[in-house]
């Protein structure tokens, strides 16, 4: 088939989603369809996502999503030229729903199958849009990642450094549910910091003052937090104070580390004007957005960031890692098992 269209199906985390891609003719790629079923409200009481809960409810959505998206872009199965699953790196529960179903669909209907690294796909995403080339600069900052990706190539990844514990949209959530925000947390904290006094609080910026390395660290941050908030009663002040202070905390990590991470490539990669790409949840917060796109300008990069809906966990990113890895006859086979682990 000369445009090819993948069925690419996302499940690690609390995100149900199906989409499909189709190639162009001139190389770029189309969503058809997509849906992305949130699963917040499940989570909610308990402050974060519960794994069980949030596996039962992919296997309440998945399949009624194939389902609309198939019907939405008038497709049979016939239609389709393969199936992307994200394979890992998630919740385990939650990834086999979405890698048994993919599976299932590829021995009914006779199409090749890709497993794919989530973190491939958020890798991927800013070429949903076509307006990025390889090699890219990616920030990828949500509430399970967070870490600096050289993207050379479909496949050619090497990571510069990441956290060695906590992902900043983890730190977010902690912070607002020991002061009640809501969940999630990280549009919480924003709304609240900006009432706040950024300076009001002194928080660590832990493992900054190393600069030989792109390694981050938020568990201290978080730890900061909680005795900020444990010092005195928080009123509606201090609360905006808090939240203000953390994330302009969250922000000097990020930028320190994203100034780095443009000099070593610079250093590896010899481009006019190469392009600096941040994804994941936390890129919704315009503080940091803000922030990370001047550093962007000042470093001579051009910035970019996907549009939120493929910023966030989605399908559409999965079906498009599907589509380049079946443009390169990289199918996995119907054993390829879910991995909790499995870094990029
Ligand atoms: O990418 P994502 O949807 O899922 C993961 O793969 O983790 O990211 C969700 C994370 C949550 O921790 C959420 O609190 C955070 O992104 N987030 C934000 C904002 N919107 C979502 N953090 C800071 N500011 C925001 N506006
Ligand atoms: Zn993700």
């Not at 070429?127 to 990642?145: A, D, K």
């Not at 496949?155 to 549910?177: H, N, W």
């Not at 000097?252 to 010899?270: C, K, P, V």
């Not at 890129?283 to 493929?310: C, V, Y």
């Amino acid at each position: 088939l000369d445009n090819p269209i993948i069925l690419g199906l996302e499940s690690s985390c609390d995100e149900t989603a199906a989409a499909l891609v189709r190639r162009c003719d001139d190389g770029g790629v189309e969503v058809l369809a997509e849906r992305i079923a949130s699963q917040d409200d499940k989570h909610a009481a308990f402050g974060g996502v519960v794994p069980e809960i949030a596996a039962r409810a992919h296997v309440e959505r998945m399949d009624g999503l194939i389902k609309e998206v198939m019907e939405e872009a008038r497709l049979d199965w016939k239609d389709l030229s393969g199936v992307a699953a994200t394979s890992g790196p998630g919740l385990i529960g939650g990834v086999l729903v979405g890698l048994m179903t993919g599976k299932a669909i590829s021995l009914a209907h006779d199409l090749p199958f890709m497993g794919i690294n989530h973190l491939e796909g958020h890798a991927l995403s800013p070429r949903l849009t076509g307006q990025v080339e390889f090699p890219y600069l990616l920030l990828l900052v949500s509430g399970g990642h967070c870490q600096f990706l050289m993207v050379k190539g479909v496949g050619d990844y090497e990571r510069l450094g990441s956290t060695i514990d906590d992902a900043p949209g983890e730190a977010f959530d902690k912070t607002a549910k020991i002061m009640a925000l809501g969940f999630p947390g990280g549009p919480a904290v924003e709304r609240w910091a900006k009432q706040g006094n950024a300076e009001a609080i002194d928080l660590p910026r832990p493992l900054l003052n190393r600069k030989d390395t792109l390694d981050m660290s938020f568990a201290g941050l978080k730890t900061a937090v909680r005795r900020a908030v444990e010092l005195e009663p928080v009123n509606d002040k201090r609360k905006a104070d808090i939240c203000a202070s953390f994330q302009l905390a969250v922000a000097d990590i990020l930028s320190t580390r994203t100034r780095q991470a443009m000099d070593i490539f610079r250093e590896r990669i010899n481009a006019e004007r190469p392009h600096f790409v941040v994804a994941g949840g936390v890129a919704a917060n315009q503080t940091l957005r803000f922030r990370l796109e001047a550093d962007a300008k000042e470093a001579g990069f051009a910035f970019a960031s996907p549009p939120m809906r493929w910023c966030t966990d989605n399908a559409a990113m999965i079906a498009l890692a599907g589509l380049e890895r079946y443009l390169l006859g990289q199918f996995d086979p119907l054993d390829v098992s879910a991995r909790a682990r499995w870094p990029l």
